[in-house]
Antibody, heavy 117, light 107 residues
Framework: QVQLQESGPGLVKPSQTLSLTCTVS??????????WSWIRQPPGKGLEWIGY???????YYNPSLKSRVTISVDTSKNQFSLKLSSVTAADTAVYYC?????????WGQGTLVTVSS | EIVMTQSPATLSVSPGERATLSCRAS??????LAWYQQKPGQAPRLLIY???TRATGIPARFSGSGSGTEFTLTISSLQSEDFAVYYC?????????FGQGTRLEIK
């Protein structure tokens, strides 16, 4: 059973870069077949897919965030990471890492990131 | 980007009754449609994929149907643990997109 766990700062200042890491256990990112995604949910609102990385390193980002997003993978640590630059209060959300081949079968518990000075 | 529209926004149903939730895509997504259940403070849980296939461990009272642009999630006999928010998601085209959610509440 694949398990995912997000980690990173819960508070980020406006204009700075949000950085989160997702640690995968119970399965290997390198085994292929799955997309490793980041999804966010502003408080009280719906889900927004941010982007994915494949084990090979190929990525796809939501065009609405593309200019500010970088997703990377460290297969040696079985982790993948999210960087979101130039954050504003609108980026305050619960950030989830998730995986699947299309539908997201596995999700982390989520981590709340607040953008505030 | 494909826009997913769910209806209704809120559905009030009594325990034991049937609930029918709808999801419409702005263009065809074939059968590449998933449904998720989300309870307060929890991550979404995959219920249905391929429009009609139940995910592992999902009770048979959950069923999905549809293809193209019109989809339905049916819960045949509501249990107390089913009251939650439900999201549809298309994974036919990048970027993957979610509906805005339907809140299923106790009547």
């Amino acid at each position: 059973q694949v398990q995912l766990q997000e980690s990173g700062p819960g508070l980020v200042k406006p204009s700075q870069t949000l950085s989160l890491t997702c640690t995968v256990s119970g399965g290997s990112i390198s085994s292929g077949g799955y997309y490793w995604s980041w999804i966010r949910q502003p408080p009280g609102k719906g889900l927004e897919w941010i982007g994915y990385i494949y084990y090979s390193g190929s990525t796809y980002y939501n065009p609405s965030l593309k200019s500010r997003v970088t997703i990377s993978v460290d297969t040696s640590k079985n982790q993948f990471s999210l960087k979101l630059s130039s954050v504003t209060a609108a980026d305050t959300a619960v950030y989830y890492c998730a995986s699947g081949y299309g539908p997201h079968s596995y999700w982390g518990q989520g981590t709340l990131v607040t953008v505030s000075s | 980007e494909i826009v997913m529209t769910q209806s209704p926004a809120t559905l009030s149903v009594s325990p034991g009754e049937r609930a029918t939730l709808s999801c419409r895509a702005s263009q065809s997504v074939s059968s590449n449609l998933a449904w998720y259940q989300q309870k307060p403070g929890q991550a979404p849980r995959l219920l249905i994929y391929g429009a009609s296939t139940r995910a592992t461990g999902i009770p048979a009272r959950f069923s999905g149907s549809g293809s193209g642009t019109e989809f339905t999630l049916t819960i045949s006999s509501l249990q107390s643990e089913d009251f939650a928010v439900y999201y549809c998601q298309q994974y036919n085209n990048w970027p993957f997109t979610f509906g805005q959610g339907t809140r299923l509440e106790i009547k």
